[in-house]
């Protein structure tokens, strides 16, 4: 394989590693809703042809430099791959979660302006039902799977010419993702080359010891591909050449268990929530998470009682659990590593896997304040966590003003509570709006998890004047009472439990609990005793 000659690029990504002579195989647990005829299986040329027949179908719908394309789909892969056919036109891509409630999507892409809505047809019947048409916002819209009237379909589009690629300055917007969106409208978050590609995939596609994929290695994945982790992830991978990339978009077993069996990875990053609906797939001597060295979680801390469970299926001598913490403007900020012996030692006390590690070295830098008066608070004592690093995106698509908020001169608010030990540790608290008057919702969260294991989740909510109220979902919608004082008599006062199953809780792309949305279905005052002012 021929060394690449040039740094990782977005629109001309896959070109980029057909020339090198990658001979790593993508395997799809469904095929791509932009070109269902290529199958299950890519190998790089084909991938880098299918993005050039994008670009030049997204270029005769009049797309070019500088324009914005919008994408909101059903979750796949090939977010990544309309992602770098914009890029390669010097468009901006901006993937937004077909999760998003309808309204929702249509704030967003008011703020957008896109020249162009790539959507599908499920998208837009879902909008309609709620009387929303998210194609007024674009110029023009490309639905990918069918027809809807006054829009564009794939065929409309085939057989246009390709322009040549593009390449935008390395601090020029180059994609937009939006964050989670668990307290309100998610922000618009604009990285460029610099941020995304050179500093986050750059960084990744090292073969660093013990994270770096290796030639043999089967790497899987399984989160919302509408998330700009998907771009980092798929560019640091493809740098590394494994022998196997497979890609599972939904979390369902019925569409997982098959994928999982057929490639069983060696390495596996997917969602927390994902990993929380397979735990119960772990157990057993034959499970397809038994080749697994590295597992990799992102997104949101990960339960103890999940990592245990994982760590014990695979077969292999020495797993490792990496898990990381970061935000959709920073990337990556701190890295955990979790072993079968470094949980073992943590039995008998609180358990948690809220200790995020250290930042990473050369790249980040933590410290906690004050939250009134920003000044710098003793080592171990709990405060507003702020981060320096040069991956920090370029801002918010209409909200500037919101953006610069969070600036105090160099240092960025994570809008996370939280301290840092005397070897620079960092111990998560609590989100700031979500902050209690006693303990942390997500310490408590994982205690309910570690003593019941009949939940298959916990949200504590706090309220403005009164004891917090922990939502808790079981696979029947029932709790044992009696089990539960029992479980949380040592733990901070609450409210008794409300009860629901896993499919009644709301939730974002990424899995996580919109809890916002969460108290409005349980009637609860909308108010927090956080500020709100770092959100």
């Not at 997204?58 to 789909?73: L, Y």
């Not at 019925?254 to 797939?281: D, F, K, M, N, V």
Request: with cysteine; glycine share 10%.
């Amino acid at each position: 394989m021929k060394p690449l000659s040039r740094p990782l690029d977005l629109g001309t990504l896959f070109d980029d590693m057909a020339a090198r002579g990658t001979s790593t195989v993508v395997h799809l647990s469904r095929p791509l809703d932009v070109a269902p005829e290529a199958g299950w299986e890519l190998e790089i040329p084909e991938a880098a042809a299918l993005v050039r027949g994008l670009s030049g179908r997204m270029a005769r719908a009049g797309v070019g430099p500088g324009d914005r394309v919008a994408i909101a789909k059903r979750n796949h892969w090939d977010y990544v791959l309309l992602s770098c056919a914009a890029a390669r036109l010097g468009a901006v891509p901006a993937s937004l979660s077909a999760h998003l409630e309808p309204r929702v999507l249509e704030e967003l892409l008011k703020r957008l302006e896109p020249a162009l809505l790539v959507t599908d047809t499920a998208l837009l019947g879902a909008a309609a039902e709620e009387a929303c048409d998210p194609r007024v916002h674009a110029r023009r819209t490309l639905v990918v799977d069918g027809r809807a009237e006054g829009a564009l379909t794939m065929d409309d589009l085939a057989g246009a010419e390709v322009p040549p690629p593009c390449r935008p300055h390395l601090d020029a917007p180059l994609a937009i993702m939006h964050t989670s969106g668990t307290t309100g409208t998610p922000k618009l978050v604009v990285h460029s080359t610099r941020t995304i590609m050179r500093r986050l995939a750059g960084f990744e596609a090292h073969r660093w010891p013990v994270l770096g994929s290796r030639p043999d290695d089967t790497v899987v994945s399984s989160y919302s591909y509408a998330h700009g982790r998907a771009l980092a992830w798929t560019a640091s991978v493809l740098r590394l050449a494994p022998k196997t990339m497979s890609v599972i978009t939904s979390p369902d077993w019925a569409e997982a268990g098959p994928a999982l069996e057929a490639h069983r990875p060696t390495i596996l990053e997917a969602q927390p929530s994902t990993l929380g609906r397979w735990q119960r797939h772990t157990e057993g001597e034959d499970t397809p998470f038994d080749r697994v060295r590295l597992f990799v979680s992102t997104f949101d801390a990960m339960h103890p009682s999940t990592v245990r469970s994982f760590l014990n299926a695979t077969a292999h001598r020495r797993p490792v659990w990496m898990q990381g913490w970061g935000q959709s403007e920073t990337g990556p900020l701190t890295f955990r590593f979790f072993t079968r012996r470094s949980l073992e030692r943590d039995q008998g006390t609180t358990p948690t896997t809220r200790d995020l590690g250290r930042p990473v070295p050369g790249r980040t830098r933590l410290r906690a304040v004050d939250p009134e008066t920003l000044r710098p608070v003793p080592t171990g004592t709990p405060g507003l966590l702020f981060c320096r690093t040069d991956a920090l995106c370029l801002g918010y698509v209409g909200e500037e003003g919101r953006w610069r908020s969070k600036l105090v001169g160099q240092w960025w608010s994570t809008g996370d509570i939280g301290s840092i030990g005397r070897t620079g540790s960092v111990r998560l608290v609590d989100r700031e709006v979500d902050a209690l008057a006693e303990g942390g919702c997500l310490e408590i969260e994982d205690v309910v998890d570690e003593r019941l294991p009949e939940v298959l989740e916990c949200v504590v909510l706090g309220v403005p004047d009164g004891d917090p109220v922990p939502v808790v979902a079981t696979g029947s919608g029932e709790l044992d009472h009696q089990g539960w004082r029992a479980a949380v008599a040592d733990l901070p006062a609450m409210a008794d439990p409300v009860v629901l199953t896993w499919d009644e809780l709301p939730r974002t792309g990424t899995g996580k609990v919109r809890r916002g949305e969460l108290r409005d279905l349980l009637g609860l005052h909308p108010g927090t005793r956080g500020t709100g002012r770092w959100t």
